[in-house]
């Protein structure tokens, strides 16, 4: 998380994706598909709605890592979905971001770049834990490496499970133990 963005930067991303959306949909009208702009618009407000669920979870820098995402670059796409009214993870944010920051790095550094990748988040919460379900969809060019950094014993989270699904699929379920 070494990026400091100045409100200026955000405004710009912000406003550039907005135009695309914009755009798509204003398209699709103009051909008369507006079944198809209805879906774009619907997708638009369940993203907003859970931009809105994760930023109510008091977890700041987390929040800020996975709302920036898919404007640094990397080689993979982030969609996220927080599921079972999540209101508040009694989890500590610094620590959340920073494996979660090295996680992507990680990801990313084992991604082949010329493939559309693609990571989806469900968070959900528990009794006494968060689970993270990390579903992977493309090219991982050193899985060992990846596997390495994940089952190191010295590091948060509490739990991990790797699974490999099919050719080009992924799955990882991170488990975390909430404060007391």
Sequence with gaps: MSENWTVVEILRYTRHEW????????GNL???KTEQAKRIMDEIV???????????????????????HNWKGYRFRLEYEIVNGVEKLDLDDQLLSDWMGE????LNRVSLPIYDNCLYLTIESGKDTVGFLFQFHGIIENESELKSWLF??????DH????QLSENEYQIQVLFCLES
């Design 19 to 26: 135009l695309n959306r914009l755009q798509l949909i204003k």
């Design 160 to 163: 991990v499970t790797y699974e």
């Design 46 to 68: 369940l993203e907003m709605k859970q931009e809105a669920i994760l930023s109510n979870l008091k977890l700041f820098r987390f929040a800020e890592l996975l709302l920036t």
């Design 30 to 32: 103009s051909m008369g």
């Design 103 to 106: 996680f992507f790095e990680e």
């Design 152 to 157: 190191r014993k010295d590091v948060y989270p």
